[in-house]
């Protein structure tokens, strides 16, 4: 009887489904548990009874994947980006761990995490990102919806260093990706930080976003810039990024019209929300003299747009870097400098 031929991508399920966990996020949630009446004059008034007893409640989750035998682990930074949560690595229903957040770099959304167990994991190998063609056969794995384990998902590479604007994490901010594979292969809700792999069993990607309302647009990151993210928490313990300390708003000409802004270009420092401010004190930009409402027209001689955003420019700097920035304050332009400082709690 003649043996039957099996599909590759069977082999390379084997090899990667053990090393893709599911990352649990929990949280102390206070819970309404019913209602009191209270007096209230003549009337009565219904007050919530809540329940603060301090358990933790499980309020998301995502995907990730080991990628040393100690129980390394990489995902993506919006998916523990909440600084109040715990989480747990599961990596079969038998094992579960708390895990420990070392590093997050939210400008290309990775995070390297770690867990703690008596004995040897399974992981993946990492491959190399540079060397992807495009048409290549990928697999993208994950746990959608933290639920439905080792699911995978085949397609090729559609395309190759994309440019997004994606929104996530628990306050859905606003973040610019860069240099992003683009494949068709179905990447859903809760398979973020999922691996992108190739047909030799090799993480070449970070399952990372897809386009709400398009059909087979998704994007990962590459595997290499999750390399160099690993030789700094490997030497320091800690990423090294440089840091500004402003909240800002890009402009656009909608932006620039509705508020009546001489300028349709550049970043306009302001808060978020009520209380937190738009210059962080003792930040570099504080230590800099800018402030909220000021606009920065350019930083480094790189002018600042929706095409080449101020997070891409800071990519490209380092610690120490001194840069000159063009600003506009008060309907007066003028020249400021910044040294670039450490990053804290990356």
Known sequence: MASRSLSPIISVAKKVCPAVITIVVSKDVSRVEGFYFVPLGDRQTVVPKINDSGEKTKIGGGSGFIISPDGYILTCSHVVDDTDASYTAIVDPEHKYECQVLAKDPLIDLAILKINARQKLPCLKMG??????????????????????????????????????????????????????????????GNSGGPLVNMRAQAIGVNTATVMGAQNLCFAIPVNYAKKMMEEVLKYGKLKR?????????????????????????ALIVRETFGEPAVIPGSAADLAG?????????????????ERLLTDILQDCKIGDEIPM??????????????LLERKNC
């Open 128 to 189: 190399d990102s540079e060397a992807i063609q495009l048409g290549e056969s990928v697999l993208a794995v994950g746990n959608p919806m933290g639920e439905f384990d080792d699911t995978l998902s085949a397609g090729i590479v559609s395309g190759l260093s994309r440019k997004i604007t994606a929104y996530g994490g628990s306050k859905m901010q606003e973040t610019s990706l860069r240099g992003l594979i683009q494949t068709d292969a179905a990447i859903n809700p």
């Open 242 to 266: 440089p840091f500004m300390g402003i909240r800002y708003v890009i402009l656009n000409p909608e932006i620039a019209q509705a508020n009546k802004l001489p300028v349709d270009y550049g």
């Open 290 to 306: 800018l402030k909220e409402y000021d606009i920065i027209l350019e930083f480094g001689g790189q002018k600042i747009s929706h």
């Open 326 to 339: 063009t600003v506009l304050r008060d309907g007066k332009i003028f020249k400021l400098g910044i040294r």
